[in-house]
């Protein structure tokens, strides 16, 4: 199904054409009927001007990128910060003030010489090789889950039977997580990204997750075994460290994959001719996954902090001022990709800014890739006749200034 690039009038909030310096409101909402489509309004501002003047809750004025170029150069710029307690909040209606600064062990929201140290330490832990070596252990689990869903029928959420549990259970092994306790971690990691979940509710859960990897923590300093938090336990980071490193990984490489699976099922089965050809072709999968993630983009806003003044697209960004980054808008810049708004699994998507880029580019990419380049081809081929169980328009979507996606996939097949 492609999704044609629309032209209609915005919607109440979605600031009509505004002269350059004028500041503008964050674009937040989706084209009704267009899941897979960042906020129109964004395309528009694209076209007109890539680096735009954007007014924050908060009454702060900083900027909004939303070209492909312009986002790039940014994420790629060292004088922009990712301390979050030096940005502004840029999303409308929720709390305004100065945010936090970021939980110890979390890799995105601070910079070098804090950062250099944590990624340094993390990086020889995520190669290409190392990832790779892990197919075999992601293949076992997608086949278990496809298995439980044959057993299961036909009629049943996507999310929990097989979206959710797959990177739950690849962070399992990641971590050195011991099988008698993968339930529970389970739990408490489905706790942490429930979007059914109050704001109280998630945070309990993760203060309930942080203490399991704590104890982690400790019993693997006492007991090594062949895993991730093992390696770390022979670092120089402290308990406190190894604690949110541990929580990080898991709240960066869980949600944003069980997201991407649940997404990028939907997308394919709207779009059948793209599923066909990628359960025609299983060796379609690494271009199918770097297409999915430019197209979806669930990780669809971003922001940085200028820590001096920057010229970027011949304009002056003052020391001070947040910048809010559209990657989904990024993604879809037709300078960048032709045809941008069209799905295309054979498409070559290098580039993409998806995973981020610059020093603060995703670290568990590589995994991920793993994980989808098995799970999708897998599921399209074990079911070929896998649909929608309810009408497009049904399934609940996931918004929020975080990760963009599903709350619950209903599907279905024929049983032979």
């Known amino acids: 199904m492609r999704q044609e690039p629309r032209t209609a009038a915005p919607a109440a909030g979605e600031n009509p054409a505004l002269p350059d310096d004028e500041p503008l409101t964050l674009p937040a909402d989706r084209t009704e009927g267009c899941p897979f489509d960042p906020p129109a309004a964004l395309a528009r501002l694209r076209e007109e001007q890539p680096l735009r003047r954007l007014r924050y809750d908060d009454g702060h004025v900083g900027w909004l990128g939303t070209g492909h170029a312009t986002v790039r150069a940014i994420l790629a710029d060292p004088r922009f910060s990712s301390r979050l307690e030096l940005m502004h909040n840029p999303f409308p209606g929720l709390a305004v003030g100065e945010l936090p600064a970021a939980p110890i062990g979390d890799l995105t929201g601070v910079d070098p010489p804090e950062h250099t140290r944590y990624r340094r330490l993390l990086a020889g832990k995520f190669t290409v090789r190392r990832m790779r070596a892990l197919t075999e252990r992601v293949e076992e689990i997608t086949a278990e889950h496809l298995d439980a869903m044959e057993r299961h029928g036909p009629g049943l959420d996507l999310v929990g039977m097989y979206a959710h549990p797959i990177p739950a259970l690849m962070i399992c092994e990641l971590l050195g997580v011991p099988p008698s306790e993968r339930d529970e971690f389970k739990r408490l990691a489905a706790e942490v990204s429930g979007t059914g979940a109050t704001i109280d509710e998630m945070m309990t859960a993760f203060a309930a997750l942080t203490e399991y990897v704590r104890e982690l923590v400790a019993a693997k300093r006492a007991h090594p075994?062949?895993?991730?938090?093992?390696?770390?336990?022979?670092?120089?980071?402290?308990?406190?460290?190894?604690?949110?490193?541990?929580?990080?990984?898991?709240?960066?490489?869980?949600?944003?994959?069980?997201?991407?699976?649940?997404?990028?099922?939907?997308?394919?089965?709207?779009?059948?001719?793209?599923?066909?050809?990628?359960?025609?072709?299983?060796?379609?999968?690494?271009?199918?996954?770097?297409?999915?993630?430019?197209?979806?983009?669930?990780?669809?806003?971003?922001?940085?902090?200028?820590?001096?003044?920057?010229?970027?697209?011949?304009?002056l960004i003052r020391a001070g001022e947040s910048v809010t980054i559209a990657l989904g808008a990024a993604n879809r810049d037709p300078e960048r990709f032709p045809d941008p708004d069209t799905l295309d699994v054979r498409r070559r998507a290098t580039g993409h800014l998806a995973f981020g880029h610059g020093i603060h580019q995703c670290l568990g990419q590589q995994l991920a890739r793993v994980e989808m380049r098995v799970a999708f081809p897998a599921l399209l081929t074990r079911f070929p006749g896998l649909r929608l169980a309810v009408p497009p328009e049904e399934v609940p979507l996931r918004g929020g200034p975080g990760l963009y996606g599903v709350q619950r996939l209903p599907v279905t097949w024929d049983e032979e």
């Open 225 to 315: 075994t062949d895993d991730l938090l093992s390696d770390l336990t022979t670092t120089d980071l402290t308990e406190e460290e190894l604690a949110g490193i541990g929580g990080f990984l898991l709240a960066a490489g869980l949600d944003t994959t069980a997201n991407m699976l649940a997404l990028g099922t939907f997308a394919l089965l709207s779009n059948p001719a793209q599923a066909a050809a990628l359960r025609a072709d299983p060796g379609l999968a690494e271009t199918a996954v770097e297409e999915l993630m430019r197209y979806l983009s669930i990780a669809h806003t971003g922001v940085r902090a200028a820590l001096e003044d920057v010229e970027i697209d011949g304009r």
